[in-house]
């Protein structure tokens, strides 16, 4: 890689107009991928792959051919050979850096134009920040053995646990384990070799209801290898409320749309910050005029209620005891990374900063990330909310309920789990979102027991929403997951108190109308609509412990 980019930067210096910027990085990644459905295996492979992402920047860190529309001209990608040939994967790099150079001149020369033509922009900030060159190698990471024939027993096993539920249309159970080294170097002089192992496993299971509508349960866990993945009794403990509460969704009404206090578990607020707040503060969406800038000049001022921090800090390796899926120890532009104190008492402080520079904000706080093949952005890592007004979290409901009453409204919300959910931030749309919950209830002022709904999301605007925390939790609760966004898909984890608010605005959930099956599924032919699984029917038997 250094000797291939000496030669082309030596080479390239001659053209017109030369890059002054260059990057190679070479992704090498090895998978395992095991999943199971109904006690079987349907993938069972390994995969080892090796990407380069080649960066060329033409013109000038003030103005170069990345600027606003044309920011992904900076970069070409391709297949790197295994092995150890150097004049093999040579020869790629020549390719890309060639490919890459006639992608990013005439692109440059498209920015040039336009800039002379349109009005002038609001943010006149250069395109590339200065940072200083880094060499690091990082230490190889040493993970105990994986036990593949061990695995896939328990995979078929708790997958098999979904044949007891007639009712569950569709579960699947994927083990994902990766061992990868990225190596970066730039023309700068940057030289960076960072190894990463993370192992993931996710269960997922499905239903629908007699109206049409689709149910869909997920549990995801995360750790550095197989071993510090929860137990197998943990987890078929898991699969099981996975299919009873898919069972118990399946029976519950439909909620309707409401506007009132409603209480978020920790794991749902974790999501909904991430959602709501984490992607209108990340860089480059302050700078792009197509964005709404919500709070681009809001820096100094009081965006959220006083009791409330937030920090984004990627080099947080667990949050009480449970690790952190956003975790890194240097950004996909070769910058460190760094906790970065986003709110502070309410009041906004920073930015999550790539290369890309905005008005007060000329260099990276080390948050540049991408998916590979995607040029970087500002991205969340480890979004962390903390509060200095809790109370016990085993009084939250209460608090609920005391807001029910003072607002004389019949029933609040508790919202339990959350699968995810999205979040428009550009101006041709309006400043809303989404948040998809699994879990809901509505928590009566009189007394009644809690009563699960479905089909229900979360609405509104951050602004609004925001301002209407009344108290949080004294527990922070961690949520891992995979962020998708311009630069591509990147794991991340938020980490919030429980939380309760004034007023918080549901919709009813579209859904589908095609019916539930037809057929019972096999081995249910002769129970009853509806009947529970008898005792007699069993997953498959153990084979191989792990």
Known sequence: MQSELKRAIADLAKTDPPPYYQSYT????????????YGSLITDASVHRRQADVVTRVGSPALDNTHGQSRQSGMVSGTVPFGNDTDAMARVLWELTDRGYKRAAPAFLNVKTNSAVRAEEEDKSPDFSSEKPVNHTGEEIKLPDFDRPGWEAEIRRLSGVFRKYPDVYFASVVLQVQNAKERMVTSEGTEIVTPSASTRLVMEAQTRADDGMDLLRVETFQAPSAKGLPDEKELTAKAEKMATDLNDLRKAPVA?????????????????????????????RQRDEDEGQTFTKKVGQEVLPKF???????????????????????????????????ITNG??????????????????????????????????????????????????????IDEVKKQNKPYGLYFDDIQGGFTLTTRSLPQAFQVLPVIVYKVYADGRPDELVRGVDIVGTPLAALTRIITTGDQQHVFNGVCGAESGNVPVSAVAPAMLFSEMEVQKRAHDHDRPPILPPPGFENLPPKQSAPAAVTSPKNEVKP
């Open 308 to 342: 409330l921090s937030i920090v984004d800090d990627p080099t947080k390796a667990e949050m009480d005891g449970v690790k952190l899926a956003g975790t890194y120890e240097f950004d996909d532009e070769g910058v460190p990374a760094q906790r970065v104190e986003v």
């Open 26 to 37: 070479i992704y090498d990644q090895s998978s395992v991928i095991i999943a199971g459905a």
């Open 347 to 400: 009041v906004l402080k920073n930015f999550l900063m790539s290369r890309m520079p905005i008005k007060g904000f000329e260099h990276s706080n080390g948050h540049g990330r991408n998916q590979p093949g995607l040029m970087p952005t500002g991205r969340q890592g480890n979004l962390i909310v903390s509060s200095s007004q809790t109370v016990p979290e085993k009084e939250m409901r209460q608090k609920l």
């Open 256 to 284: 309707e749309p409401y506007a009132g206090p409603a209480l978020l578990s920790g794991r749902a607020a974790a999501v909904f910050f991430h959602e709501v707040l984490g992607h209108r503060l990340e860089g480059h």
